[in-house]
């Protein structure tokens, strides 16, 4: 006989307590599973049938065929799906993307190359590295100061960061013995004019107080609307704005030098000093930073103009050599725009038949190669180790689909992963950059 409801209730709630202890692991009373308990029959006996029926899932002998076993496993793919896609999805809808997961198949290794564009990409990049390399082996040239040069990774859509990829790795094994390189990981996404990031750890930024090396940001900007500006990225102008509140520190109060090293126009410098992330880096900063010299912060492109957009921020270009031992912070934007502004014959042809920063739509791209393969609303660029620790964070982005295996609700790693079609055109660029590029 049926005990007291409150009874059953109270049992109910006891096993779901103790199963959901781990967020990601545990149980929620899905529609045919909450069906499944309102029964007569003894409460006690229904939930070891469940744990029964868990156990038998997490041994490898998950059944899609059994409703309550399959329903079982509707909140880890609920957490799943919320943890690859970052936003909450309507109930409804995420139960009927369960209700139509299938077995997942042998998924078959989709290999997937470069197109001929990628590949003409590559080159204008190798180009644009090169001359990044020009600029910097002169700054080495003129100063005894140590230089780190920072990729930037910008954390697009899987993989992202125009100056990590395409500019500073593929001179890394260049750089290594006159320059430190690092990757540092400022977004553009969600952030504003006044957005101040914490661009650098503890660590880095002991390192700028105590040795002050100079110190060169790379990143690259989709072309911007007015000829007559180079365009920096939203990342860049987080940067500055970061560079504004270490300055601050250094150079002591509002009203002092760190204004006029700042490269941001005086109204936004002061607008900025109010805002609330403005000042919780500096408090954030305060114990690590020291009074002393504050950096002078340049800008560098192939071509400069009178003025520069970073982001949403117009400043002008500052002038004077970027040279000599006073700490420098340069942020860097080495892609070419507007090539049919040069003199005939000046540039390689392939310069000519290229975009400026296409190659930070290659992650996109390769979605869109992959197409065919069957993408669909569980499938998401993830990591083949969410875990893992590389200096962004993540490591081997790849595609991965989410359905029903031997272990219940898995998600396969299926394609190529960004890396290796990413290292295919890195390859050409460094290959183009070892001299091998010609005009066509």
């Not at 859509?157 to 500019?167: D, P, Q």
């Not at 760190?258 to 880096?281: N, T, V």
């Not at 340069?330 to 392939?350: D, F, H, K, Q």
Request: hydrophobic share 40%; net charge neutral.
């Amino acid at each position: 006989m049926m005990g007291p409801l409150k009874d059953r209730k109270k049992a109910i709630d006891s096993w779901l307590a103790k199963l959901n202890t781990f967020n990601r692991e545990g149980v929620s009373l899905a529609p045919r599973l909450a069906a499944f308990l309102n029964t007569d029959t003894p409460i006690d006996d229904m939930l070891l049938e469940l744990d029964r029926l868990r156990a038998e899932t997490r041994a490898g002998r998950f059944d899609p065929a059994n409703d309550m076993q399959r329903e079982l496993e509707f909140k880890r793919f609920h957490d799943e799906l919320r943890h690859s896609s970052g936003k909450t999805l309507p109930f409804e809808e995420v139960y009927a993307l369960f209700s139509s997961l299938e077995w997942l198949p042998d998924l078959p290794a989709v290999s997937v190359q470069p197109s001929p564009e990628h590949m003409a990409s590559a080159k204008r990049a190798a180009y644009e590295a090169e001359g990044l390399l020009g600029f910097l082996r002169r700054f080495r040239a003129s100063t005894t100061r140590p230089i780190v040069v920072i990729g930037n990774d910008k954390a697009q859509l899987a993989g992202g960061g125009y100056g990590r990829h395409w500019v500073v790795e593929p001179l890394e094994d260049i750089l290594v013995p006159d320059f430190n390189v690092a990757y540092n990981r400022v977004p553009s996404h969600a952030s504003m004019r006044l957005t101040t990031p914490a661009a650098f750890d503890k660590g880095f930024v002991r390192v700028m107080d105590v040795r002050a090396p100079h110190v060169v940001i790379v990143d690259g900007a989709a072309p911007g609307k007015s000829d007559g500006v180079v365009r920096f990225s939203k990342a860049i102008r987080g940067y500055a704005n970061w560079l504004a509140a270490f300055n601050k520190l250094r150079g002591g109060g509002v009203e002092g030098g760190y204004r006029q090293k700042s490269l941001l126009p005086p109204d936004h410098l002061r607008e900025l000093a109010g805002w609330h992330e403005f000042m919780a880096a500096v408090e954030q900063m305060r114990p690590w930073v020291s009074p002393g010299e504050a950096y002078d912060v340049r800008l560098w492109s192939p071509h400069p103009t009178e003025q520069a957009l970073m982001g949403d921020v117009l400043a002008q270009w500052p002038t004077g050599d970027i040279s000599g031992d006073q700490p420098l912070v340069v942020l860097a934007n080495p892609i070419v725009y507007l090539p049919e502004r040069m003199p005939p014959g000046s540039l390689p042809e392939y310069m000519y038949v290229t975009k400026p920063y296409a190659l930070d739509s290659a992650d996109r791209d390769l979605l869109k190669m992959l197409a065919p393969a069957g993408l669909d609303s569980t499938t998401r660029w993830g990591d083949a180790d969410d875990n893992a620790a590389g200096p962004i964070g993540s490591i081997n982005p790849c595609l991965t689909k989410i359905g029903f295996g031997r272990f219940g609700i898995e998600r396969r790693v299926f394609g190529p992963s960004m890396d290796t079609f990413f290292y295919s055109i890195k390859a050409e660029i460094r290959r183009c950059i070892h001299g091998v590029v010609q005009s066509k």
